[in-house]
């Protein structure tokens, strides 16, 4: 069975505190895409990263990096030096299948506040 | 370039009403998606459309409905309302085939709110 879980479901950093999001997931497919989206207060879901099952490189874009762990199935997203405009909830989705076309399955999500 | 947007921002309607919600994809995608995000429920996949056809369906009651137009835009229908109901819809849209790759933009949201 597919599924996400994000197990903390909040997080309060003071701002230029590095925080961590933790990502599980569970999939038969051997082929399969992960993501990361951000949902701020105006409630739009902002892409922010995807990552096929054979990629295991970590990715680094700005103050945002990604390590995904396919041993542990695990897809971990860290913000270092937080801002107080990173205030959202992120949720880590899974979409199975060769071409990433079909549904997302979403985790519960984080929300992340980040206090000035 | 515009983004996928959808209408109206909020509706509200009785138990029992039918409800019609509306997106527009990104120029050039193919694929529409529905989820339903309810308090407490988080995000679920509702449907997808590709090309005016249904690809898949989430686990959803038969009175969750929609369509795909010509011009890829599409519809949520939602027929004798519930409580329960009570959501922020996300459309989404993406490419499937070509070149680019594949990932889902979703637009602002309708929530729908039934009394």
């Known amino acids: 069975a597919q599924k996400v879980t994000q197990a903390q479901t909040e997080i309060s950093v003071v701002e230029k505190e590095d925080v961590t999001l933790d990502c599980v997931y569970e999939?038969?497919?051997?082929?399969?895409?992960l993501f990361w989206y951000k949902q701020p207060p105006s409630g739009e879901l902002v892409f922010l990263i995807r990552?096929?099952?054979?990629?295991?490189q970590n990715e680094i874009s700005g103050r945002y990096s990604w390590n995904f762990q396919k041993s542990t199935s695990s897809f971990n997203f860290t913000i270092t030096a937080s801002q107080v405009v990173d205030s959202a909830v992120y949720f880590c989705?899974?979409?199975?299948?060769?071409?990433?076309?079909?549904?997302?399955?979403f985790g519960t999500g984080t929300r992340l506040q980040v206090f000035p | 370039e515009a983004g996928v947007t959808q209408s109206p921002t909020h509706l509200i309607k009785t138990r029992g009403q039918q409800a019609t919600l509306r997106c527009s994809p990104i120029?050039?995608?193919?694929?529409v998606y529905w989820y339903q995000q309810a308090l407490g429920l988080g995000l679920q996949f509702l449907l997808w459309?590709?090309?005016?056809?249904?690809?898949n369906r989430g686990n959803f009651p038969p009175r969750f409905s929609g369509r795909q137009f010509p011009n890829y835009s599409s519809e949520l229908n939602v027929n004798a309302l519930e409580l329960e109901d009570s959501a922020l819809y996300l459309c989404a849209s993406s490419l499937v085939s070509g070149p680019g790759s594949y990932e889902q933009y979703f637009g602002p949201g309708t929530r729908l709110t039934v009394t």
């Open positions: 999939t038969r497919d051997t082929t399969y895409y």
């Open positions: 459309y590709d090309e005016g056809e249904e690809r």
């Open positions: 990552r096929n099952s054979f990629d295991e």
């Open positions: 120029s050039g995608h193919t694929s």
């Open positions: 989705a899974l979409s199975e299948g060769a071409y990433n076309t079909d549904k997302l399955i």
